[in-house]
Structures are given as C-alpha cells and as structure tokens.
C-alpha cells in the first residue's frame, strides 16, 4: 500500500478507526530529515501492503500535532486500536523502522 496524507478532517477515519496499525509520520516540507524519511516510509509501505503508512503536515494540521504533543519532527507514532502505543522520533532508515515495529507488534 502507498503512503497515504492524512488531514484533521479524514484523521479519525483513517488512523483512529482503522482496524490494522497505523504508522503515522508527522512532518513538515521545511524539516531535512523529514525529507528524508519520505523514500524510507514508501520502502516500508511497498515491503508491507498489509501496514497503514501515512503523513501529516505538521503545517497545514497544527491541531493534530498539538493533540498527540510533537514537539519534534520527524516524529513517527504508531497506532493500534485507535491509541497510539509506540512514538520515535527522528531519521530512521525503512530497516531500523522494520524493527521497531516488529518490537511493537505491528508487523
């Protein structure tokens, strides 16, 4: 599966009532490292269609970001059983992310 964008108005839908995790990459276009996490995410999502990947603007969906607290981007949180149960933040390659999500239980 594709990475997806996610919005304040389909957030909910998408992330919250998905039955499967959701990895949720909080970004801006300004952040450097976020940049650079973009081909790593698409990596990840083409190795594991089975895996919700997707991004939010920190820009453009500042109550989002406000309501689950990044202060700091790239900021990844998955999600399980709309909670979030796992956050890293920071540049991590699709393999060092492929563990931690093994270690969250997410693949």
Request: proline share 6%.
């Amino acid at each position: 599966m594709a990475v997806q964008h996610y919005t304040q108005s389909e957030f909910d839908k998408e992330v919250l009532q998905s039955a499967a995790p959701v990895l949720v990459d909080f970004w801006a276009t300004w952040c450097g490292p976020c940049m650079m996490m973009g081909p790593e995410l698409e990596k990840l999502a083409a190795a594991h269609p089975a895996l919700k990947v997707g991004k939010v603007n920190t820009d453009d969906n500042m109550a989002l970001a406000m309501r689950y607290g990044i202060d700091a981007i790239p900021a990844l949180l998955l999600f399980k059983n709309g909670q979030p149960a796992a956050r890293t933040v920071g540049y991590q390659s699709a393999a060092a992310l492929e563990g931690w999500l093994r270690e969250n239980g997410a693949l």
